[in-house]
């Protein structure tokens, strides 16, 4: 009886471990992770979007010229900012609305970069203690951003990976119907970073 019970649980170990080989566990746990580093990214991109209201009390009351360009970051943001852009779990393996997000977010990156690039004409402006706040805490976004999306798309192709190598392909396919996700991209190079402003005065640039 010993014998049969050791057998038998001998059998159980093998067929748990052939299951845990055919991706039974490590498909659904990649795919987890690359969620969570989504989560990551979007809430990175929210952080710069909540930035935007206190560069619009800083712009306006300060360069009042501006204000076309600073529309156009008000309205990226509102655009970026829409429930229908963002993206559930669910979408991640959606290309083209994973495209919608990001042209939306690189939308608003041009808008914003275009902005501070004007600024350099406003020496009283980037003066402001206010100001230098803002482009410390939107810089320090940016690098989170960066990182952010590194993470993810290594998550997803760590992901992807799994879901067509052997044996983790069996049960990716036969068991959890997995399919790709989607790699975050920027539609333009250098669309997620902020510019190097000189925020010196035009005196000490002399």
Not at 38 to 51: G, I, K, S, T
Not at 83 to 104: F, R, S, T, V
Not at 178 to 192: C, K, R
């Amino acid at each position: 009886m010993t014998r049969i019970f050791a057998i038998r649980t001998f059998l159980l170990g093998a067929f748990a471990l052939a299951l845990s080989a055919c991706g039974i566990n490590s498909v659904p746990a990649a795919e987890e992770n690359a969620k969570a580093k989504w989560a990551d990214v979007e809430a990175q991109f929210q952080r710069r979007a909540n930035l935007i209201p206190n560069l619009e009390q800083i712009v306006m009351s300060s360069a009042e010229q501006e204000r076309q360009t600073l529309n156009e970051v008000i309205e990226a943001r509102a655009s970026a900012t829409r429930p229908e852009i963002q993206l559930d779990e669910g979408d991640l393996n959606d290309p083209a609305k994973m495209q919608q997000y990001q042209q939306a977010q690189n939308q608003l990156g041009g808008a914003l970069s275009r902005l501070l690039v004007s600024v350099e004409r406003y020496p009283e402006l980037r003066s402001q203690d206010n100001f230098g706040r803002f482009m410390t805490q939107l810089e320090g976004t940016e690098n989170r951003i960066a990182v952010a999306i590194r993470d993810y798309n290594e998550a997803v192709r760590q992901y992807n990976t799994t879901i067509r190598t052997f044996p983790d392909t069996i049960g990716a396919n036969i068991i959890h119907g997995a399919e790709p996700l989607v790699p975050y991209e920027a539609v333009s190079e250098g669309a997620e970073t902020a510019p190097q402003l000189d925020m010196r005065s035009d005196a000490e640039a002399n």
